[in-house]
């Protein structure tokens, strides 16, 4: 008999190569523990037994208990068939390729945001489309009341706008999304015993300059260094000319934050720029405290984050509740940065002024500061964070700790 | 389990279609049996046994009326042991929880709410059953003795969770003695595909919008951005629903099974009785057969008619859950039904088809908001009529703002899928692939294949990167 190709055999054989490559595939394949672009580890292959309140029961009274109504039929969590799903989907062969073809298909229906970020043509952009004011309200207390218990101290604070602001002239206002510009303005006003710094009408005029990643939610270096001659301008040194600077081309294929959650590859990668002094830069010993041990580097740069995905942690490493950085300035002035990780790619033109620079990250620091630095060595505090993180943390607060 | 998920695409189908395509004949209906089970369990693992104890009263009653056929006070009793545990079943699991609220809520009583979680598709398949019981009972279908075999017909998974309502005189015949053919199961996978494209790439999508305006408050809409809302629903519902009855149906016919259609372009049709002979068709056609026609139908003059519309269109409400707001959109398409019956059916026959189709279109959407705008767990009257007022008047511009910046932004992100939809739901699209199929059959029969694959595809880019999942159906 001599096979003939018909319309049903066709749709057969595509249906079943599909149903069985798939999972096929998907079992074979090696499976990832982590997946970097997510930052999280993946769910693992479920447990077949313990996965009820059934099945944990020990004794005749727990077995009553989970016989109740209300445990039996847990549909959305704890039960092993949701679990297998989660790791089915998690471990799907191909499962970036997926994503991108889903978000491709986004844009093709007019889709402008993605994941929360917004592409233009070549730049990727963070929104910044709510806050919870209670919750500013809240962290602009605490460092009000920081400043009020600190007279001796110069204190100041920089909000750093993100690139949503420098390109809000190209996003439709329809958008909805909320001017950084203004949320600034009104945590400024609310500011007492301190001076704020603003970086915005620094780098304004530089929206072309690359002065935000495109795939990434920092500042690039020339970002951070802008904000560094409005940070110098309001705490009196003169800051250095660009031209004093070479810069160093430390990675030209950055993909970061922004481009995670996109994964759209058409985006140029970014590069990981260091501004060198060329006179020569300051001897440092930067120590990294993650509250149990400490490390000792004898440069800003971390560098070996550059073989990895998160370049933007060379500045400095990743976030760490307590970085001390010495230098060889000898000019007796100590700087305490209350910061988040925008001032990574800042402290390398702050470090040129300073002695000693101490950066916290209230993230990770849940007592007063006094019982890990001695407040008094420091002159000047600054808090710097940029609008998006700042208007959800929940953590700078916790500055009300330190008396 | 839900046909839109990996675990049933790529594990569950799979496995259970090899094993049920390679077994004899004979073994078939214990595949179906098995996977049924599997399929119900699988996030049920406990009411399963609700729905075997259903399945075998109904079997064991079906036998015993058979058995008496000249007793006929046995039959009876046969009957309303079925019925009343059946109806049983749904008030307990359904309703309880609702009538203690509303007790509690009249004469001030504390009686504790039990809160039963729902088994998934217990409206389905005790309705299922039931119509086995009476048409047994009315002498008009033959009985099952094979236990195995009844038992698939209700765990028969395709159907099982959302319908359609499958009476056991549609697929009598099949259940016991089918042949599958390669174009059954061609094009019972090319249907499925359809659904899955029209549950997982258009529903949920539209939905999302849905889901964006429901949660603002209703009292700041702008009119557009009421009636993008309601509208965006609207569209939900059918691609959802009609798109899981076409998976359903698909997935019957890749098993040898002939299901009946349950939807047939409702959103064009130009009177609201018309809509309800397109909509959920085999739910009008159980109330029909089950409560209209023994309550005398429209034979017991008008106004007698006119009560027993309005009697099945709220039960028709109550069916799809059990709160107020469904119970006011079953009567408030009885009450339009009686209209058009009494004078604006041949009134709608003689304007223009347009204006008959946007009277019609126009009460349908109204109705949504009736069954939607409604935030879940409003269990009394008032907080329903307050919030359905709310919502209505917002569509009027009673906020007093036509267009915002949120509406913008809504048309310029939803626009291109609101065509989309208007495109799906009308017949357009199949008046197009009859055209291609008859200027260029070959590229047709081919080409169509390979279009479906690419759905099936994009459905699955969706499915395993969307956490947004939700299915509309669970809970009637």
Not at chain 1, 187 to 214: A, E, P, Q, W
Not at chain 2, 16 to 37: D, F, W
Not at chain 2, 293 to 315: D, Y
Not at chain 2, 395 to 416: E, Q
Request: with cysteine; hydrophobic share 45%; charged share 20%.
């Amino acid at each position: 008999m001599k096979f003939r190709m018909t319309p049903a055999k066709l749709m057969i054989a595509l249906f079943t190569i599909v149903t069985l490559a798939i999972p096929i595939t998907t079992a074979v394949l090696p499976k990832q523990e982590r997946s970097e672009n997510e930052n999280r580890t993946l769910e693992k292959f479920p447990d077949i037994v313990n996965h009820t309140k059934m099945d944990k029961a020990q004794n005749f009274s727990e077995v009553m208990d989970a016989i109740k109504w209300d445990y039996i039929t847990v549909r959305d969590k704890d039960s092993w068939m949701d679990d297998f799903e989660t790791y089915f989907s998690d471990h799907l062969a191909g499962r970036e390729d997926w994503v991108r073809v889903r978000n491709e298909m986004e844009k093709l229906v007019g889709k402008k945001e993605i994941n929360g970020v917004y592409t233009l043509n070549d730049q990727m952009i963070q929104v910044f489309k709510e806050y919870d004011a209670d919750m500013v309200q809240k962290s602009l207390d605490a460092m009000n009341a920081f400043a009020e218990k600190h007279p001796d101290m110069q204190v100041s604070l920089m909000l750093a706008p993100t690139a949503q602001e420098l390109f809000s002239s190209e996003i439709p206002t329809y958008a909805g999304y909320l001017s950084e510009k203004s949320f600034i303005d009104e945590c400024y006003k609310k500011m007492s015993g301190m001076t704020t710094i603003d970086c915005l009408s620094f780098l304004s005029g530089h929206k072309n300059d690359y002065v935000f990643y495109r795939t990434d939610h920092h500042w690039t270096s020339l970002g951070a260094y802008y904000a560094y001659c409005a940070a110098a301008k309001t705490l009196g040194y003169s800051s250095y000319g660009l031209d004093s600077f070479n810069i160093e081309t430390a990675s030209s294929s950055f993909r970061g934050t922004l481009y995670s959650k996109t994964l759209d590859n058409s985006i140029t990668p970014d590069s990981i720029d260091y501004y060198m002094l060329a006179s020569g830069e300051p001897t440092v010993k930067m120590t990294v405290s993650d509250g149990r041990s400490e490390t000792v580097y004898d440069s800003l740069y971390v560098r070996s984050y550059l073989d990895v995905k998160d370049k933007y942690s060379s500045f400095t490493g990743s976030n760490s509740p307590v970085v001390t950085i010495e230098t060889d300035v000898n000019n007796g002035k100590n700087l305490l940065l209350i910061k988040d990780s925008y001032a990574h790619s800042l402290v390398p033109f702050l470090s040129k002024h300073y002695s000693k620079i101490t950066m916290v990250d209230m993230r990770y620091i849940n007592t007063d500061l006094n019982n890990l630095i001695d407040l008094s060595e420091y002159q000047q505090a600054m808090f710097m964070f940029n609008v998006v993180s700042f208007s959800s943390d929940v953590n700078i607060r916790k500055i009300a700790l330190t008396k | 389990m839900v046909f839109s998920s990996l675990t049933f695409l790529f594990a569950f189908l799979p496995i259970t279609l090899i094993i049920y395509y390679l077994v004899p004949k004979k073994a078939k209906n214990v595949v179906i049996l098995v996977s049924g089970l599997v399929f119900y369990a699988w996030g049920e693992p406990v009411y399963v046994l609700v729905m075997i104890l259903s399945t075998f009263i109904d079997y064991t009653a079906g036998r015993i009326i058979d058995k008496y056929d000249d007793r006929p006070k046995i039959r009876t009793l046969c009957l309303l042991v079925s019925l009343i545990m059946n109806l049983g079943l749904l008030g307990t699991f359904k309703y309880l929880g609702f009538i203690i609220e509303s007790l509690n809520a009249w004469f001030g009583l504390a009686i504790p709410n039990p809160n039963l979680p729902l088994p998934i598709g217990i409206s389905f398949f005790t309705f299922q059953s039931m119509s086995y019981t009476i048409d047994l009972y009315r002498r008009q279908i033959k009985v099952q003795k094979n236990a195995a075999s009844f038992m698939a017909f209700v765990t028969l998974f395709p159907q099982i969770v959302a319908g359609p309502i499958v009476r056991y005189e549609d697929i009598q015949n099949e259940i016991d003695e089918r042949t599958i053919t390669e174009k059954m199961v061609g094009d019972g996978i090319s249907r499925f595909i359809v659904g899955l494209g029209k549950k997982v790439l258009i529903a949920n999508n539209i939905g999302l919008l849905w889901t964006e305006i429901k949660a603002l408050e209703y009292g700041s809409l702008s009119a557009v951005t009421a009636w993008m809302g309601i509208l965006a629903f609207t569209f939900q519902i059918y691609f959802d629903f009609s798109g899981y009855s076409d998976m359903a149906i698909g997935l019957g016919k890749m098993m040898g099974f002939n299901f009946p259609e349950n939807f047939n372009y409702p959103y064009m049709s130009h009177s609201v009785s018309e809509f309800w002979r397109r909509w959920h068709i085999t739910l009008g056609d159980w109330f029909k057969s089950y409560i209209y026609f023994p309550l005398g139908g429209s034979r017991k003059g008008l106004p007698r008619t006119i009560i027993n519309l309005l009697i099945v269109w709220t039960i028709t409400g109550i069916w799809h859950g059990a709160s107020w707001n469904f119970m006011l959109w079953g009567a408030y398409f009885g009450i339009l039904i009686v209209i058009e019956r009494l004078f604006l059916g041949k009134v709608l026959e003689k304007i223009p088809a347009f204006f008959s189709w946007l009277y019609t279109f126009v009460m349908v959407v109204f109705g949504w908001v009736l069954f939607d705008a409604v935030a879940p767990g409003t269990v009394d009257f008032g907080g329903v009529f307050s919030q359905v007022w709310t919502y209505i008047s917002a569509m009027f511009g009673g906020n007093g703002v036509f267009l915002d910046n949120a509406a913008t932004n809504y048309i310029v992100n939803y626009g291109l899928i609101f065509a989309i939809c208007i495109f799906g739901s009308s017949d357009v699209l199949k008046t197009l692939t009859g055209y291609i199929r008859k200027k260029a059959p070959v590229w047709a029969q081919y080409g169509f294949p390979v279009v479906d694959t690419v759905v099936m595809l994009a459905s699955v880019a969706y499915l395993s990167t969307s956490n947004y999942n939700p299915f509309l159906y669970f809970n009637f």
